[in-house]
């Protein structure tokens, strides 16, 4: 029975592919991480498209968190410690950038 997905044509074609006992962990252990099955981790690593672990999407929200509480605060402060809090702002908009590069190289 053909796998079928939301956004494109069902999947109804397959490859076999030898890797080494190593490979085939590793695969195994990077789709868990990034909650996928190995088949779409492959697919998606083959074609491009972005792969991010469920630890960095938590990051990620932590940080965006972080940064709204860090705003709210500077707002209701009328701006005291204006440049301490620009200052941090940046540095997370820089770490959720750093996040989103990261997962690009692999």
Request: no cysteine.
């Amino acid at each position: 029975m053909p796998q079928i997905r939301k956004e494109s044509e069902p999947l109804t074609e397959r490859i076999g592919v030898r890797v080494t006992a190593g490979e085939k962990t590793r695969l195994r252990e990077d789709a868990a991480l990034a909650s996928l099955s190995v088949s779409e981790l492959v697919r998606r690593r083959y074609f491009g498209r972005p792969i991010m672990a469920r630890a960095d999407q938590a990051m990620v929200r932590e940080l965006r968190r972080l940064g709204g509480l860090l705003k709210l605060a500077r707002h209701e402060s009328d701006g005291t410690q204006s440049q301490q809090t620009a200052e941090v702002l940046r540095a997370v908009v820089a770490a959720i950038e750093r996040l989103g590069h990261d997962r690009q190289k692999d």
